[in-house]
């Protein structure tokens, strides 16, 4: 299979490992070693990783040798690191102290510099409620201070809203983001939670929001401030009646063609595009087939971007 789109600047197609651990894999995992297997064969590039345990937690490769020898494995594979999700459910950015909170960013920075990772994944872990003034202030102040560490690592920090956690609405996304105005900090646009944010209003507290032009206009207004991208399918519903369903590509109600052709100068700029199967039951099954679908996608944005030179 050829895994390289039409030009080398193009993005690349990474998988998140979560799809294999959390949801109908928490029971029984798979390790880090066998998805890292199973997304080389499929075709991918690179690979998101899961930093909750069993996949690789970056208190668990606190030494220079052990990340050396994780390193080692992926590539091994053939595989690149596109980002890193770690668990930061020991210290909510919004609830925890500042100095807990920041302490966990300090670890997974120190990972993310031995693997070599740009990009490092956080959201609010707080489950959903209206908006609170003063833990905005928390949340803002942390983010800040949180993106201040990254910039001086060459890290980005990027914030995945969604439907499950604090803070989804299009009116609180624009909110953050003008309160925290460090260039490392952005938005992880995640085409599944884009749809049942903006579209479905999903999961909302007040009066519900929604924005015409769907997924494709969100991240028209957003352009400026994505970092990572996950992208995935959505049916409109919510998993377990918490967070979007991602659901293969061609059983949802996302236009993907539309969303390229409205912010291809976005999505052709970033060197990943992550593939989120989290929660869906036949992963193993439709992970790999995603693979020319997205590939296609990202050929269609270069067309784009080269007609528009």
Known sequence: MDKHPATSTAPRVAFGSWAFSFGPYASDPWSFDRVCRYVADAGYDGIDINGFRPHPHDEDYATVSATSVL??????????????????????????????????????????????????????????????????????????????????????????????????????????????TNPAFGILFDTSHAYMTAVMSARQFGEPEHIDGGVARYATLLADRIKHFHIIDSDGTLHDEDTSEHVPFGRGLIDFDDLVQAVAPVLGRLPWWTVDFCFWPDTERDAASAVPFVHELINTTQNILERTA
Request: charged share 25%.
């Open 71 to 180: 390193k080692a494995a992926i590539q091994n594979h053939g595989l690149s690191i596109s980002a890193f999700a770690p668990d930061f459910t020991t210290a909510p950015p919004a609830d925890a102290p500042l100095e807990d909170y920041l302490a966990r960013v300090d670890s997974a920075l120190r990972f993310c510099q031995r693997m070599d990772i740009s990009i490092l994944r956080t959201d609010t872990i707080a489950a959903p409620g209206p908006f609170d003034p003063a833990r905005f202030h928390r949340l803002t102040t942390a983010w800040t201070r949180a993106a201040e560490r990254c910039a001086d690592a060459g890290v980005d920090l990027v914030w995945e809203f969604e439907p499950g956690f604090w803070l989804s609405r299009p009116s609180e996304v624009f909110r953050v983001l003008d309160a925290v």
